[in-house]
């Protein structure tokens, strides 16, 4: 069981570069949140999604982008990649509100 | 947003001590959840809290949910260096959708 595979692990960008981090879960969950890690800091919220077709932003939107076109996929976007974008990020589904998330591996992201 | 306020920010203790973390709020929490983070790794569900006043054990945990649903508490019992990690509280935001994360304690248990 796959549960949620994040794609790249490692990633170095450069600055005003684009990527789109990919995120897939196969337990069939209607909820999907990305979230960014700073060093020593807890998950700060990007953006999340309650089903196919549906997202919202989360507490720290800003420079990202995301979509939802099945319930699988939640793709994240980095349309101008800058410094401050410099993190871990993390993919995580859940089957409802309140149920346990399940996370990825996470992609370390580097913008030099 | 609901902001969650974890202390201690870190810990250092000896194999064999006892410790208790905690998770605050000025909101109440309608659930809230602690999850264990080790290094390289997506967190990981320990326990959901529910109902206020709700305490639930672990092995060697213990979480309370205060009885206003205001706060919550780890306690862990005589570490062991496998407890080692970044203990994060989570709780739903006030639309209900949104699972936000307090800023961790990180816990490191010396044999």
């Known amino acids: 069981n796959a549960g949620v595979t994040q794609t790249p692990k490692f990633r170095i960008l450069k600055i005003g570069q684009s990527m789109t981090l990919q995120c897939t879960q196969d337990m069939n969950h209607n909820y999907m949140y990305w979230y960014r890690q700073d060093p020593g800091m807890g998950l700060k919220l990007i953006y999340y999604?309650?089903?196919?077709?549906?997202?919202d932003k989360g507490e720290v939107p800003n420079g990202y982008n995301v979509s939802r076109s099945t319930t699988e996929d939640f793709p994240l976007r980095l349309e101008l990649a800058a410094p401050s974008q410099t993190s871990v990020y993390f993919c995580a589904s859940s089957p409802d509100p309140i149920g346990e998330a399940f996370f990825g591996q996470g992609t370390r992201l580097t913008v030099v | 947003t609901q902001l969650l306020e974890q202390s201690p920010q870190f810990l250092s203790i000896q194999e064999g001590e006892n410790l208790t973390v905690y998770c605050n709020s000025s909101s109440v929490f309608s659930s809230l959840q602690w999850y264990r983070q080790e290094p390289g790794e997506g967190p990981v569900l320990l326990v959901t809290v529910v109902t206020g006043g709700e305490v639930k054990k672990l092995k060697r945990l213990t979480f309370q949910f205060g009885d206003a649903r205001k706060d919550s508490s780890l306690h862990i019992t005589a570490a062991q260096p496998g407890d080692t990690g970044l203990y994060l509280c989570?709780?739903?935001?006030?639309?209900?959708?949104?699972?936000?994360f307090g800023g961790g304690t990180r816990l490191m248990v010396k044999p």
């Open positions: 999604s309650v089903g196919a077709g549906i997202t």
């Open positions: 989570a709780s739903l935001g006030n639309a209900g959708n949104m699972l936000t």
